[in-house]
């Protein structure tokens, strides 16, 4: 998949990569996914993503080659592969805190590696492809368990692991009301995950009927479609004994296609810091001295957040890319025991020479699709 310009993804014929530094594996791609936060890429919102780039931040496949400093995988290894690129030593990676790796992304101080999302994010090729370089191969793939299913695994890399993060991040104590905005697969798998951390009640907002179904089935959530409302916030204030949610999760974050003004000046601004609607509802429906997590995709520029009725409503607010590696002991037992079913909100399976296609699809919300995985040529 390569990237030419807003709306305009292809499929061509790149060279293979190949080892470039001796911690370097070569991974065949079995399986990979286009992400909500793609779509930002997709319509050409995202700062410094270059026409040629591959995107694809979730992915899994088998070990075709290794750099000669690889000790823990060999070829034929099927792994998974955090969307974080991460070097495992420095401040931040000692710490778990792999999204914030300081060795890995020379274009921002804030944000580490991450495959396939610009250059803004390191310049990696992601693995919407059918094979890609993974730099630091000790450090963030694992082997995938043999009791593990593909396209549960795929999951791991990014949706489910963020979406179990977001909840982590509100501090769900027992019987919390959690709120969680957008019906995504990371609002779907947030909502899902508050229940494991306690919460004794589960509310989504969305604007799709198919989406807010979904979080029924899958989330066992309470609904509401703020279309239908004139205002959402007081609604949710009038649900909650007029005191507003324990918890809120921002699963959003700004509108993937931009609002007018980025339309207006995209060409030379790139404002992908966006129209924070979802933000600024989740800081108005939480309780006083209740906690924001925000895992939707922000970038790095100016969002108009409602930062001063955060602080004197006494608000926790908890937020960053999601360190997906330092979750993974605990989601695999979660999936192990049939807690957690990543794969039940797949509704899409796309030949990777029909990517075009795919991200058409997902982004114009066709077809109910809620999310959408890509096999490559020949896997």
């Known amino acids: 998949m390569v990237y030419r310009g807003p709306y305009k993804v292809r499929v061509e014929e790149k060279d293979m990569p190949a080892i470039e530094h001796p911690g370097d594996a070569i991974v065949r791609v079995t399986l990979a996914a286009i992400c909500g936060s793609d ?70 101080t804030a944000v580490g590696g991450i495959y396939g999302y610009s250059h ?55 019987g919390d009301v959690v709120v969680v905005f957008g019906a995504g697969p990371v609002g779907l798998f947030a909502a899902k995950s508050a229940w494991l ?71 030379k601004l790139k404002l992908q810091g966006g129209s924070p609607v979802a ?22 520029m100016f969002s108009a957040v409602k930062f001063g009725d955060a602080m004197n409503k006494g608000l926790t607010l908890r937020m960053n890319q999601c360190p997906v590696k330092r979750q993974w002991p605990r989601l695999f037992e979660h999936v192990r025991n049939g807690y957690l079913n990543p794969k039940d909100i797949v509704t899409h399976r796309i030949p990777l020479e029909h990517i075009a296609e795919g991200y058409h699809i997902f982004s114009a919300k066709l077809d109910g699709c809620i999310k959408p995985l890509i096999v490559p040529n020949g896997s």
């Open 120 to 174: 803004t994010c390191g310049g990696y090729d992601g693995g919407q492809s059918e094979y890609v370089r993974v730099p630091f191969a000790d450090v963030g793939p694992t082997v995938i368990p043999e009791w593990m299913d593909d396209e549960d695994a795929v999951l791991l890399t990014d949706a489910l692991a963020t979406g179990y993060f977001g909840a982590q991040l509100g501090d769900i104590v027992e």
């Open 39 to 108: 779509l930002h890429l997709y319509h050409g919102m995202m700062p410094d993503t270059r026409v040629g780039t591959t995107f694809g931040h979730e992915f899994i496949g088998v070990v075709e080659d290794v750099g000669p400093g690889v000790r823990d995988l060999e070829r034929g290894d099927r792994v998974m592969v955090p969307f974080n690129v991460s070097c495992g030593t420095c401040w931040y990676c000692a710490r778990g805190l792999y999204s914030n790796c300081h060795n890995v992304n020379p274009n921002a």
């Open 279 to 300: 933000l600024n509802w989740a800081i108005d429906s939480v309780r006083k001295g209740g906690t924001v997590s925000v895992m939707g995709a922000y970038g790095p």
């Open 197 to 267: 951390m306690g919460a004794g009640r589960v509310i989504v907002i969305d604007h799709l009927e198919y989406r807010l179904a979904k979080a029924r089935v899958f989330a066992h959530a309470e609904t509401y479609n703020f279309t239908e409302y004139d205002d959402i916030v007081v609604h949710m204030k009038k649900i909650t004994d007029h005191l507003g949610a324990d918890v809120a999760i921002d699963a959003v974050g700004p509108e993937a296609d931009g609002n007018v003004t980025q339309h207006v000046t995209s060409a």
